[in-house]
């Protein structure tokens, strides 16, 4: 941060007028849904510095992170009336730091609903909270019959007035899959039992199935950074992130020279390496030894031997020798290659990657054009 770019090893851009165009793509797809945006991690690696005030600006009203740590670092950056949310609830001894920061818990066990209401019972307030139900997934929520007992609790329902009720989708990655009908189906059940509370049950893959599955608040993250929620997706969601790395040093190795630790791979003829300035401590993954690629105007140059810590050889013996230098910027996610290409040759998927993103590079941030807001649509 605020080095001069041309030190940089790696630098990382982030592009957020490309996050707002997704913001505004996924506001229509789910309208008249509210869409609400994830930001836990740090925004997926991004920066929520910068992301939040970008999708206010763009007509954002809820946020979600997981911890109440994120929640702190976020609360300044968001009007009073802005509702900021703790995916992971909270844990035991919280509760008071949490309601006194104007954050609200997502309630998932009976223990955090017990926890908020002794402290809205010790200061004689009502605390809003989010209750999370479990429709299939296992992960977070209260099963049907405690979801039951609270409905029927009148006392629980002045304690604590509820935001919204919300599940979580396991498999909406995969239309095709009807587990997800399912899930939306035991949501439903679940959330009418508290009446006129909003609903929330769709992550970014859930905004793209049907109307159905979109609620009242959709909670999108990644599609938001540009990964693709659904793949293969006809038309992508926009890039947000671009990474290039620095040329540290070019060399010729004759037939059957080795590269890289290990040395486990050898030149098949004579080739031309560069070696880079990126290694799997700035989260360029070691997975993509001998597997993934960079690109060097537009030409496709195929990772030799392992991922190092700071340091990654590709080989450029495609590339015209006049085309690339010592000191050059080359492609590792870019027009010619996108993250979620990058997260398939690492054998993950795009979320990893960018919550991997390392703090090594120059980050260059663009900045989003201004634009009115999106027509507001209240819960
Ligand atoms: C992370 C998370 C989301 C966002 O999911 P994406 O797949 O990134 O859109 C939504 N809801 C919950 C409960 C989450 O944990």
């Not at 990126?278 to 990772?303: C, E, T």
């Amino acid at each position: 941060m605020g080095l001069p770019d041309n030190i940089a090893g790696a630098i990382l851009t982030i592009d957020l007028g490309a996050l707002v165009a997704n913001y505004r793509r996924l506001q229509r797809r789910v309208a008249p849904a509210q869409l609400s945006a994830v930001v836990k991690a740090d925004a997926y690696g991004l920066g929520a510095a910068h992301v939040v005030p970008v999708l206010l600006a763009a007509g954002c009203r809820h946020f979600f992170v997981a911890h109440l740590a994120e929640a702190l670092a976020i609360r300044p950056l968001l009007p009073a009336d802005c509702p900021l949310y703790v995916l992971n609830g909270l844990v035991p001894g919280a509760e008071a730091l949490c309601a006194d920061q104007g954050v609200v818990p997502v309630l998932n066990s009976v223990s955090q609903v017990a926890g908020w209401r002794q402290l809205a019972v010790t200061r004689g307030a009502a605390l809003p909270a989010v209750l999370q139900v479990d429709s299939g997934m296992a992960r977070l929520g209260l099963s049907a019959a405690e979801t039951a007992a609270l409905a029927d609790d009148d006392t629980f329902r002045r304690q604590v007035p509820l935001r919204a009720v919300m599940s979580h989708l396991a498999c909406a990655d995969d239309p095709a899959n009807p587990e997800s009908e399912r899930q939306r189906r035991r949501f439903q059940q679940l959330a009418s039992l508290f009446p006129g509370v909003p609903r929330s049950l769709a992550n970014s893959a859930g905004c793209l199935l049907d109307h159905g599955f979109h609620g009242d608040i959709a909670r999108p993250g990644i599609a938001l950074y540009g990964g693709d929620p659904t793949n293969p997706l006809e038309t992508p969601f926009e890039a947000v992130v671009r990474l290039e790395a620095r040329v540290l040093q070019l060399r010729s190795v004759p037939a059957g020279a080795g590269a890289g630790y290990g040395l486990s791979w050898h030149a098949r003829g004579t080739r031309r390496l560069a070696t880079l300035s990126i290694g799997y401590a700035d989260g360029w993954p070691r997975h993509l030894s001998n597997r993934g690629s960079a690109f060097v105007r537009g030409i496709r140059a195929p990772i030799a031997g392992r991922v190092s810590m700071d340091s990654t050889i590709i080989d450029v013996t495609d590339v015209p020798e006049a085309a690339i230098a010592e000191g050059d910027l080359v492609e590792l996610i870019g027009p010619n290659q996108r993250l979620d290409d990058v997260a398939r040759d690492a054998g993950t998927i795009s979320y990893e990657i960018l919550t991997g993103l390392g703090h090594r590079y120059q980050r260059r941030v663009l900045s989003a054009p201004e634009q009115p807001p999106t027509l507001e649509i209240s819960a």
